[in-house]
């Protein structure tokens, strides 16, 4: 199989290209094509589902891919599953470095992007936040 150009847009990371046991799909579709709905995960990952309109916009927004054109993007079905339905939303808080601090909260679409634009720091959606971490001059 070869690479999705999603896998390519938001730089590899750890996720490999191709096939998941979880996605009977063998081969690259078009992003625009993802119509799963993930209202019920978002829910589950305390996040408002009225903040992600589709699963393409999970995808592009768990990518760190903020404002991208869908048109012309391709993604296999590991990349889809492992950032679309199949993620786990954060058991620590993802802002400081304490492990031992249990998320009071989720980073919200916005908190994500404010991050990114402004820290240079990708910190996607669903990762747990406590609320000691939640001041306004890190995440606006």
Excluded at 9 to 17: D, N, Q, Y
Excluded at 52 to 61: F, G, Q, R, Y
Aim: charged share 15%; net charge positive.
């Amino acid at each position: 199989m070869s690479s999705c150009s999603f896998g390519e847009s938001i730089g590899g990371g750890s996720i490999i290209c191709g096939t998941n046991i979880k996605i009977s799909s063998l081969v690259t579709i078009p992003l625009s094509e993802c119509t799963k709905s993930v209202s019920t995960h978002l829910s589950y990952c305390h996040i408002n589902h009225e903040t992600i309109a589709s699963e393409a916009e999970l995808l592009l927004v768990r990518g760190g891919l903020y404002s991208s054109d869908i048109s012309s993007l391709t993604v296999c079905p590991n990349h889809r599953h492992k950032l679309g339905n199949g993620w786990s939303c954060g058991k620590t808080c993802s802002l400081c470095s304490s492990k031992k601090s249990m998320p009071k909260g989720t980073i919200t679409k916005d908190q994500s992007k404010y991050l990114f634009m402004t820290k240079d720091r990708y910190v996607g959606i669903g990762s747990g936040k406590t609320f000691e971490c939640s001041d306004v001059s890190l995440i606006h």
